[in-house]
């Protein structure tokens, strides 16, 4: 059995400041949630104002974006979405079946086992992320 930790408070560690007086105890907040993301969208607006109006777009309306077509952390399962998978050697391997607007592509995927990105995905299915906080 581990030994157990002191409980600290959340702001108690001298060594970690966050940035433009946010706490750790904020991020536990919705209003604090909602501080960040507005920090966030002026850093974005100063750094690329072009990707700053893609994101509110997106924001405003995600029907119009075109998910297979963003990069990004994401960008795997979003490129999988709406695709045909079919498992093969017990989830190690996967037949694609890709469907873009104008082409279709057959792809072949294997990974070392069968707990990989695509096999948990059966287990996201539903699970969306809020469009603004």
């Known amino acids: 059995m581990a030994p157990e930790s002191p409980s600290m408070p959340l702001d108690s560690s001298p060594l970690l400041r966050l940035a433009h007086g946010l706490t750790f105890a904020e991020l ?26 893609r994101l509110a777009g997106a924001r405003a309306d995600p029907a119009t974006l075109d998910k297979k077509g963003e990069a990004g952390p994401w960008g795997l399962l979003r490129f999988l979405d709406g695709s045909r998978l079919r498992p093969r050697d017990a989830g ?33 299915r539903g699970l ?5 906080l």
């Open 28 to 53: 536990y907040t919705t209003d604090g949630a909602r501080r960040l993301d507005r920090l966030f969208i002026a850093a974005l607006e100063a750094a690329d104002a072009s990707l700053a109006a």
């Open 92 to 124: 190690r391997r996967f037949l694609i079946d890709v469907r873009a607007k104008v082409a279709r592509a057959y792809l072949q995927m294997s990974f070392a086992g069968p707990a990989n990105p695509v096999s948990a995905r059966s287990l996201m």
């Open 128 to 132: 969306t992320c809020p469009l603004e």
